[in-house]
């Protein structure tokens, strides 16, 4: 049972490195104690957009008749959109298993500890099998956090998982938390004629996201009938509701269901770190910018660093620790990750916000448009305006892109690339998008 590396984790990041570590020349074992594809491909990113896409279909027949359309009276299937989203989830784990395996990398569908380190190689115990590597690399994900909320053991509450096995939808929903996850879900919901309540501390919905378009993604879905509740605590859960708090004074919201949805944290017990005295910080794993840990042959990626809970984030982690295994230079950028919030209309952001800036008493200009300077958005989005911000520094690179109207998921990787090259604004004026396209609102921003 001897590798040149042992990936723990079958996530994002555990199977973008086997596949890269098979594909080049390393002999490498994958360990994955649940399914393959882990919490993304699971029960997270792939079944949740897999939903918001049958409930995007649900919104644009609704509004047909804005577009010269007939469509009176539209219904779903919840049971076919639950039963698509499982064939979805199995045909890509079985693509990514089938993938990981044509490099020859050995998986293991068992959980594994580190046991330890021996004659420079380090000890992996599996099943009752004893693995021993020269590297070693730690992708175990994160869980869902339950805080500790008085009442919430006595219910019975939905996490992210839980709301994607639902058999019928209940009348009202509470979400506490109004981040990306949340945001979604109650996207889903208020589109499948649910009475969603978002719950959030926070001044604002979307977190650390540019709060522009957070604050016009939450006003739209206000008009939908969705209701928020901003700066409020939740201090208390009960069988027929929420108990929550602002400005000192105590209400409650009667509902049905209540999805908790107040972020995650990484997975760094009852793996073994401590056999091998690795560092940790806040909550997560200490890495550097090669993703290598206080252990020379120790290395971690994907949500375990508490860094940048993305899937996308991950996958380019995995990249960069394989590359510095093989000598390949390399190293991880966190400047250019784009964030997406996969509601109808999307959000995205990638860079600098406005807020990070003002806070670090850094200059810098903002130019925007509405998304319907472009044609070909107005063409596809009536009656919806959207926004497309760029900020730029003082010597007119661009630093960050937020935007608010579909696709911004398919276009922020272009402001991405942008900022990872350090384009100014005259460099990036250069490049020629076609006619009529939505991305053709970058080149209206900036003239």
Not at 28 to 44: P, Q, R
Not at 128 to 146: A, Q
Not at 177 to 194: D, L, R, Y
Request: charged letters at 25%.
């Amino acid at each position: 049972m001897n590798f040149d590396i042992a990936i723990i984790g079958g996530g994002p990041a555990g199977y973008t490195a086997a596949e890269r570590a098979g594909a080049n020349g390393l002999r490498a074992v994958l360990f994955e104690k649940k399914a393959i594809g882990g919490v993304c491909l699971n029960e997270g990113c792939i079944p949740t957009k897999t939903l918001l896409y049958s409930a995007k279909i649900l919104d644009s027949i609704k509004s047909a008749s804005k577009y010269g359309i007939s469509a009176e009276s539209p219904s779903f299937d919840l049971t076919k959109i639950m039963s698509r989203k499982e064939k979805t989830v199995k045909m890509l784990t079985g693509g990514v298993k089938m993938t990981v395996n044509s490099y020859g990398v050995t998986i293991v569908e068992k959980e594994a500890f580190i046991e330890g380190e021996e004659n420079g190689l380090i000890r992996i115990i599996c099943d009752g099998e004893r693995y021993e590597v020269k590297y070693l690399l730690v992708c175990t994900g994160s869980d869902t956090v339950i805080p500790p909320i008085p009442g919430l053991s006595e219910v019975s509450y939905w996490t992210s998982k839980e709301a994607l096995e639902i058999k019928e939808l209940p009348e009202t929903l509470v979400v506490i938390g109004g981040g990306v996850i949340g945001m979604e879900f109650a996207s889903f919901f208020n589109s499948m004629g649910v009475k969603v309540h978002v719950v959030e501390m926070m001044p604002e919905i979307l977190g650390v996201m540019d709060k522009e378009t957070s604050s016009m993604l939450r006003m739209e879905y206000a008009k939908r009938g969705v209701t928020f509740y901003l700066n409020t605590k939740v201090i208390e859960v009960k069988p027929d509701g929420v108990v929550i708090e602002k400005d000192g004074k105590a209400s409650t919201i009667k509902t049905e269901k209540i999805l908790l949805s107040v972020g995650r944290k990484a997975n760094i017990t009852n793996v073994g770190l401590d056999k091998l005295n690795i560092e940790l910080h806040r909550n997560g794993v200490k890495v550097d910018e090669y993703l290598q840990t206080s252990h020379p042959g120790v290395y971690a990626c994907g949500d375990i660093t508490g860094y940048s809970l993305l899937a996308h984030t991950a996958i380019r982690e995995a990249e960069v620790a394989i590359n510095h295994i093989l000598g390949v230079e390399d190293r991880m950028n966190y400047n250019s990750v784009p964030g997406v919030v996969y509601t109808n209309p999307e959000v995205a952001g990638v860079g600098k916000t406005e807020e990070e800036l003002t806070k670090q008493g850094i200059p810098y200009r903002v130019t925007k448009l509405p998304m319907a300077y472009s044609g070909r958005f107005v063409a596809e989005n009536e009656q919806v305006n959207g926004i497309c911000k760029l900020i730029l520094d003082e010597a007119d690179h661009i630093i960050g892109c937020h935007m608010l109207g579909n696709p911004a998921s398919e276009l922020i990787v272009i402001a991405g690339i942008a900022i990872q090259k350090g384009y100014t604004v005259e460099e990036f004026q250069k490049n020629v998008f076609p006619h009529p396209t939505v991305g053709e609102i970058y080149h209206e921003v900036l003239s």
